[in-house]
């Protein structure tokens, strides 16, 4: 997610954030992950992904991989590595 900057700080990326989440809830998505800013997505809900056992396949730290739970009752004992689609691979 990202806002041109002449354009950040009047509420576009919290809505394009929130109306993500609520799609992704229709879905029936249990959860989603980020990589992102730890001082910006846990206003949201998310905490750092460590704290249910998920771990990024990159090396990023490990405040910045976060993780918002969105169906508890279908997650229990979910746990293991994220690994993205190449779309979300930066080519040098």
């Known amino acids: 997610m990202a806002v041109v900057p002449e354009f950040q700080r009047i509420g576009i990326g919290s809505k394009l954030i929130a109306e993500g989440i609520e799609g992704l809830r ?3 998505c249990p959860f989603v992950v980020v990589v992102g800013h ?3 997505y846990p206003r949201f ?3 750092p992904a460590s704290c249910h056992n998920i771990r990024c396949e990159w090396e990023v730290p490990e405040e910045a991989f ?3 739970m969105l169906d508890q ?3 229990h004992d979910t746990c293991g590595m994220a690994r993205y689609q190449d779309e979300f691979v ?3």
């Open 26 to 28: 229709d879905r029936r």
């Open 38 to 40: 730890p001082e910006y």
């Open 45 to 47: 809900g998310f905490v």
């Open 66 to 68: 976060m993780v918002l």
């Open 73 to 75: 009752s279908r997650l």
């Open 90 to 92: 930066s080519v040098a």
